[in-house]
T-cell receptor, first 111, second 111 residues
Framework: RKEVEQDPGPFNVPEGATVAFNCTYS??????FFWYRQDCRKEPKLLMS???SGNEDGRFTAQLNRASQYISLLIRDSKLSDSATYLC????????????FGGGTRVLVKP | NAGVTQTPKFQVLKTGQSMTLQCAQD?????MYWYRQDPGMGLRLIYY???????DKGEVPNGYNVSRLNKREFSLRLESAAPSQTSVYFC??????????FGPGTRLTVL
């Protein structure tokens, strides 16, 4: 079983709609959680960190559920420019704080 | 600031050839990383350097070597390229344990 798993998608989303997707992690000792965004053939870039209490950044909301070991990302009022692959990332201090990436969820926003 | 730079952007090798991928960062970061990204696999850590003078193996180190030349530069060497090493290679750096900054990637094809 992969340490971090994501639905690869694609999630086809009408412009203006809301889309949400999850990421599950297998190691309960995971400590820090992030969402990175990767555009086609580009490098990943940090979208947002995920805090225990949940956090929001504009149209993006991230949640953490430690009991069920998953994190989620919700995008409201989707824009065409939100089309990308969203990578779930976890770290563990015991693993030297190295990042472990999920395979990514592809989102396609259509007019 | 250029951030993280990588050379070359593209490379085609024949099986058995060697090459070195170069990475440099101008953010005075302590830690640097090499990843490979294959379709549907997410990013997998090859080697990392927590600080100048140290290097450690990641998840998929076989067939690669690294050198942390100084604080700025971290190179990845393929001694005898194999078709299984066809991939996109990303270098990244970080000062703390959260945001990693990625270079634009090197697209390598081994024939």
């Amino acid at each position: 079983r992969k340490e971090v798993e994501q639905d690869p998608g694609p999630f086809n989303v009408p412009e203006g709609a809301t889309v949400a997707f999850n990421c599950t992690y297998s190691n309960s000792a995971s400590q820090s959680f992030f969402w990175y965004r990767q555009d086609c053939r580009k490098e990943p870039k940090l979208l947002m960190s995920v805090y225990s209490s949940g956090n929001e950044d504009g149209r993006f909301t991230a949640q953490l559920n430690r009991a069920s070991q998953y994190i989620s990302l919700l995008i409201r009022d989707s824009k065409l420019s939100d089309s990308a692959t969203y990578l779930c990332v976890v770290t563990r201090t015991a693993a030297g704080n190295k990042l472990t990436f999920g395979g990514g969820t592809r989102v396609l926003v259509k007019p | 600031n250029a951030g993280v730079t990588q050379t070359p952007k593209f490379q085609v090798l024949k099986t058995g050839q060697s090459m070195t991928l170069q990475c440099a960062q101008d953010m005075n970061h302590n830690s640097m990383y090499w990843y490979r990204q294959d379709p549907g696999m997410g990013l997998r850590l090859i080697y990392y350097s927590a600080s100048e003078g140290t290097t450690d193996k990641g998840e998929v180190p076989n067939g690669y070597n690294v050198s942390r030349l100084n604080k700025r530069e971290f190179s990845l060497r393929l001694e005898s390229a194999a078709p299984s090493q066809t991939s996109v290679y990303f270098c990244a750096s970080t000062q703390f344990t959260d945001t990693q900054y990625f270079g634009p990637g090197t697209r390598l094809t081994v024939l």
